[in-house]
């Protein structure tokens, strides 16, 4: 039911035969200065990330005036006593009013650019700018109003599927069968930051890609790139990676995220896994046809035989080079008779035998 492959733009698909789409997630980590948040879209470009993604929402509906900053155990960051929406508009949110020149700034880097949704107003805000694909977040999948409003704008969209049970997760995939939805990736997701190696279950991506029949990928909060490649080798068709410029700055996300030189290594070693997993046909490389024709066996003479005289284990040996007659064929060769004398080391042929 779901596409085996999602075109997002022009020259980029993700999914079945093609190249795994990596994400910069910037989320909180623009630092709310334009500088840093256009240096980060850089370095996504610089290290050839496919897509930049940020964070959109409001405060105030997102959450309750009451919660403080000690609930969501960041007391460590900001006054424990402050209202959290007042943290996350005056600190954790990127203003609204810098986005379309952000998206412009990222297009001309030649990235895909898009945010997460959290209500239909703010879908119909990216719209206008004109975004690709969007991204429900693992807070959100239960969030049953929004997934029938967004699986019903047929919109390329990532699910993330932190804190969720295999139940959850099938309830929110009904509603994009319900609507005729076909372009959703589900992303396995742990949403701990960092998330311990144990509870990683890298496994999920290919039990979510088998039970639903979808594109499946990882969203990663693990402080360095290793989880991402066993991702890769686990199936996954995109990545999506916290970054920052300095993982020192304050903040709640930059302790995870990855700086720019580590965003070129996992580009790059993302690559690499791709050649080396190459394809699931048992296709024999040119260096192994060449191999084959110098480290095979061949039958060879172990001492002097003379014209009418039987090979048998005793005066054979079964060595390099190939190219004579193959150890295989033993059997049938034992049964015949030499045509003239052979010197020790001859590599036997046909034409050695009647």
């Not at 079945?16 to 200065?33: A, K």
């Not at 209500?119 to 977040?137: M, Q, S, T």
């Not at 701990?192 to 088998?210: C, H, S, V």
Request: with cysteine; aromatic share 8%.
């Amino acid at each position: 039911m779901f596409k085996r492959i999602i075109k997002i733009s022009k020259d980029k698909s993700i999914g079945l035969n093609q190249p795994c789409f990596i994400i910069g997630e910037i989320g909180s980590n623009h630092n709310r200065d334009k500088l840093t948040t256009k240096r980060l879209i850089s370095a996504c470009a610089k290290a050839k990330f496919d897509a930049v993604k940020f964070q959109l929402y409001d405060p105030e509906l997102a959450f309750s005036k009451n919660l403080k900053v000690k609930d969501v155990g960041l007391s460590n960051l900001y006054n424990p006593k402050t209202p959290w929406w007042k943290i996350a508009r005056d600190k954790i949110l990127m203003p609204k009013s810098w986005f379309k020149e952000m998206y412009s700034y990222a297009q001309k880097k030649k990235l895909i650019v898009f945010s997460t949704v959290h209500n239909i107003e703010d879908y119909n805000f990216l719209k206008k700018i004109g975004v690709p694909i969007i991204k429900i977040a693992s807070i959100d999948l239960e969030y049953n109003i929004l997934i029938d409003q967004l699986s019903k704008l047929n919109k390329p969209t990532l699910l993330s599927t932190g804190m969720a049970t295999f139940e959850e997760i099938k309830n929110t995939v009904k509603y994009f069968k319900k609507n005729k939805n076909s372009n959703l990736v589900i992303l396995h997701c742990v949403s701990q930051y960092p998330p311990a190696d144990l509870d990683l279950n890298l496994n999920n991506i290919k039990m979510i890609e088998k039970k639903f029949k979808c594109i499946c990928g990882y969203s990663d909060h693990s402080s360095d790139n290793l989880a991402n490649y066993a991702a890769v080798t686990q199936g996954a068709k995109v990545i999506e990676k916290h970054i920052t410029l300095n993982k020192n700055y304050p903040g709640p996300d930059h302790p995870f995220a990855i700086e720019p030189l580590e965003m070129i290594e996992l580009v790059k070693n993302i690559r690499r896994i791709e050649k080396m997993l190459g394809s699931t046909k048992r296709i024999l490389s040119k260096g192994d046809l060449k191999s084959k024709k110098i480290i095979r066996r061949s039958i060879v003479l172990k001492k002097d035989l003379n014209k009418g005289d039987r090979i048998n284990l005793k005066n054979v040996k079964f060595a390099r080079p190939p190219g004579g007659i193959s150890q295989n064929l033993f059997k049938k060769y034992k049964e015949k008779k030499l045509r003239k004398n052979l010197k020790a080391e001859t590599i036997l042929k046909k034409d050695h035998f009647y």
